[in-house]
């Protein structure tokens, strides 16, 4: 066997050996995906299976989830308070902002305790009907993709409040939107708020109208022009 035929058997077998390190790329380390219920019988979405709970704080509702390429993490807004609306905004608007989508590129992202090395893919997404709150950060956009495209949203009924028996009583305001409409519980106020401002700090004044604690609006909650 000449030299030729050693070149051209060599070449074959290195053809072979690349081809079947692509075929083990694209096919050989295939995401498994397992269902995750964010709420009980509430939204789902598909995750890796490898992922582990890296925690759950029962103060916040605030769930987090990683591997080694993905974190993930999961907040409902039902029955929460401001602070905890907060604690998850602390979190999220630092990467997305008050958006209720977002899909921005990351290096080296820190986030909720856990750490990604390199370039990362990071989706936020959240659902006013069903106030479920997503954020899903990867070194592998196709996971982010799988996940965010596997949501399943589903709306979960709050406790039911019981109404006073007596039609002659009428239960007292607890605060005033700006118009002088009344509101009558501190989740009715939160509701407000979100939807009209978004994540902003404020309270509830002694006359009963929300006071703005948040820069660049001032107490009647109007944004405040510096522009000359």
């Given at each position: 066997?000449?030299?030729?035929?050693?070149?051209?058997?060599?070449?074959?077998?290195?053809?072979v050996?690349?081809?079947?390190?692509?075929?083990?790329?694209?096919?050989?380390?295939q995401?498994?995906?397992?269902?995750?219920?964010?709420?009980?019988?509430?939204?789902?979405?598909?995750?890796?299976?490898?992922?582990?709970?890296?925690?759950i704080?029962?103060?916040?509702?605030?769930?987090?989830?990683?591997?080694?390429?993905?974190?993930?993490?999961?907040?409902?807004?039902?029955?929460?308070s401001?602070?905890?609306?907060?604690g998850?905004?602390?979190?999220?608007?630092?990467?997305?902002?008050?958006?209720?989508?977002?899909?921005?590129?990351?290096n080296?992202?820190?986030v909720?305790?856990?750490?990604?090395?390199?370039?990362?893919n990071?989706?936020?997404?959240?659902?006013?009907?069903?106030?479920?709150?997503?954020?899903?950060?990867?070194?592998?956009?196709?996971?982010?993709?799988?996940?965010?495209?596997?949501?399943?949203?589903?709306?979960?009924?709050?406790p039911?409040?019981?109404?006073?028996?007596?039609?002659?009583?009428?239960?007292?305001?607890?605060a005033?939107?700006?118009?002088g409409?009344?509101?009558?519980?501190?989740?009715?106020?939160?509701?407000?708020?979100?939807?009209?401002?978004?994540?902003?700090?404020?309270?509830v004044g002694?006359?009963?109208?929300?006071?703005?604690?948040?820069?660049?609006?001032?107490?009647a909650?109007?944004?405040?022009?510096?522009?000359?």
């Amino acid at each position: 066997m000449n030299n030729k035929h050693l070149i051209i058997i060599g070449l074959i077998i290195i053809i072979v050996i690349l081809c079947i390190g692509i075929a083990y790329t694209m096919f050989g380390q295939q995401t498994e995906y397992i269902t995750l219920n964010i709420v009980e019988n509430g939204t789902t979405m598909e995750i890796p299976k490898d992922m582990k709970v890296k925690s759950i704080n029962n103060d916040s509702g605030i769930v987090v989830l990683e591997n080694e390429n993905t974190i993930v993490i999961t907040f409902n807004t039902i029955n929460k308070s401001i602070p905890q609306i907060m604690g998850f905004a602390n979190i999220k608007t630092p990467i997305f902002g008050n958006e209720y989508f977002g899909n921005v590129s990351i290096n080296d992202p820190t986030v909720a305790g856990c750490s990604l090395k390199g370039e990362c893919n990071a989706v936020y997404i959240g659902n006013n009907q069903t106030h479920d709150n997503i954020i899903v950060i990867s070194k592998n956009k196709n996971i982010v993709d799988h996940i965010i495209n596997s949501i399943k949203w589903k709306i979960t009924e709050e406790p039911k409040k019981e109404v006073a028996s007596s039609v002659e009583s009428s239960p007292s305001a607890y605060a005033y939107k700006a118009d002088g409409t009344p509101m009558y519980s501190q989740k009715e106020v939160d509701d407000y708020m979100l939807n009209k401002y978004g994540m902003v700090n404020y309270h509830v004044g002694d006359n009963g109208y929300i006071d703005m604690d948040e820069p660049g609006y001032d107490d009647a909650g109007h944004k405040i022009n510096r522009s000359k």
